[in-house]
């Protein structure tokens, strides 16, 4: 099964040895994503930068075919319950109508003391029923 990985430009990738995301099968993994902005910087806003996660998670998953649509998990790591509200106010702009299975958890810190949130994603780029149907024999 072949691979596709995609890259986020960053000077860790090579060196810590990881992918912004991978794509197997129908199967596509984003990894932990920050709220990086191009040049460097981090809005202090809560929902700001849950906002810029999921704008660099969607950017991945277009370059394998992906969007929104496809998402069937998300994590999203916190380091403050207060910034639950506006996080999961983001998440809900861009995931209401697809409400992929989702885990908020607060913790003790990010790998940046600038960074309040974290979000990783999983997306299949075929639906269930197509998979079923194929077994079946009907799709």
């Known amino acids: 099964m072949a691979r ?3 890259a986020s430009g960053s ?3 090579r060196e810590f040895g990881y992918s912004r995301a991978v794509s197997i099968g129908d199967r596509v993994l984003v990894a932990g994503t920050a709220p990086i902005w191009e040049d460097g910087e981090v809005d202090p806003d809560p929902g700001v930068q849950a906002f810029r996660c999921i704008e660099i998670i969607l950017t991945a998953l277009a370059q394998v075919g992906a969007g929104p649509e496809h998402v069937i998990r998300t994590r999203m790591y ?11 106010r983001m998440h809900g702009k ?3 109508e697809v409400r992929p299975v989702s885990t908020m958890v607060v913790v003790a810190g990010l790998l940046d003391p600038r960074w309040k949130v974290e979000i990783e994603a999983e997306a299949m780029l ?3 029923r197509g998979k079923l149907g194929k077994v079946l024999g009907n799709g």
């Open 4 to 6: 596709q990985r995609v």
């Open 11 to 13: 000077e860790y990738e």
């Open 78 to 88: 916190i380091t403050d319950a207060a910034h639950a509200d506006a996080v999961g």
């Open 126 to 128: 075929v639906s269930r």
């Open 94 to 96: 861009v995931f209401g």
